[in-house]
């Protein structure tokens, strides 16, 4: 069967639910109760008909020592245990990449992710934010305690400075 990327503006139920109810705490983080921005891209791996894989994209600013940067805010980056290691996520976070740096134009990528993600992503080219990084959550700013990366569009480098998300993480 032959993987094909799909881009979508909305996920239907059916590929919600077989994306992300596939198991408990998918993600390991949900017992910590996040909550997080919707996608408004979806790159959706499609194999036989179903949703088998998936990479969220958000267009957002972000603020970096005080100096405003636009930012493609990946999330909900998940493959249903079945079709894992096949590489459909390095092939959907290259499309989900070339996407927002040619066509969405912003300046870098951004992820949040568990300590044990970051040298996947690190694989593909992604850089650990040094920096304290704020998010606001429902009860006001909080400081995201894992890890925040981000992907150069072009030659650029990210600067210093603590971030400030202005929103919910994605
Ligand atoms: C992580 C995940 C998205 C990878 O999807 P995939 O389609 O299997 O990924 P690929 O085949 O393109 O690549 C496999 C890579 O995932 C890494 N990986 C998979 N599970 C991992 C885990 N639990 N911890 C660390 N790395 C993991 C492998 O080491 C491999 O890395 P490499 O290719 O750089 O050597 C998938 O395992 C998944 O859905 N996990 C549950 C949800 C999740 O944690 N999502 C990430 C949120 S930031």
Known sequence: MSAEIRFAETLSEGERESLFG???MIFGIEDAA???????LHFITEEGGRAVSHVGLVRTRVSVGGRGLTVGGVGGVVT????????LVHAAMSEAARYM???MGVEFGMLFCLPRLAPFYARQGWQLVADEVEIEQPDGPVVWPYRV????????????GRVEVGGLPW
């Open 149 to 160: 990366m981000v992907l150069p569009c072009g030659g650029r480098t990210w600067p210093a």
């Open 80 to 87: 249903r245990p079945e079709a894992q290691g096949r590489r």
């Open 34 to 40: 996040y909550r997080w921005r919707p996608k408004e």
């Open 22 to 24: 596939w198991g408990e």
């Open 101 to 103: 740096c040619a066509d």
